[in-house]
């Protein structure tokens, strides 16, 4: 039986989740942001957030960074704070980046679709 952080790190470490635009934790990280993980009134709060910060930067790399660890902290039945420290074990700081912005973009698209 795999420990709760081994299964985040599998999830993390041992994909393209950089690379990959199509990877699976990505299209489920927007599927948590579209309100399918029982958090439709979220997703509401989500779309009027983005619509009124899409153009600030660090409002959105603050935003998406909450909604990926408590979409994480969901999936594995952990702490936030857990997750958070999990993640910025597995990737350096220019791999943090390029995970925020696809983050950051992912969110964007999600907006600009509805």
Known sequence: MYTIKQRILNELSNSDILTNDNNITL???QLYLE???NNVEEYYNNLDYIKLHKDNYKKMLTFVINKFCNFM???FNCS???VQKIITSVFN???LEQL????ID???YMYNDK
Not at 100 to 103: A, C, E, R, Y
């Open 93 to 95: 700081k220019k791999e």
């Open 27 to 29: 299209r489920y990280f």
């Open 73 to 75: 902290k969901a999936d």
């Open 106 to 108: 992912i969110s964007i």
């Open 80 to 82: 936030y704070s857990y």
């Open 100 to 103: 925020n912005n696809k983050l």
């Open 35 to 37: 309100g399918n993980y």
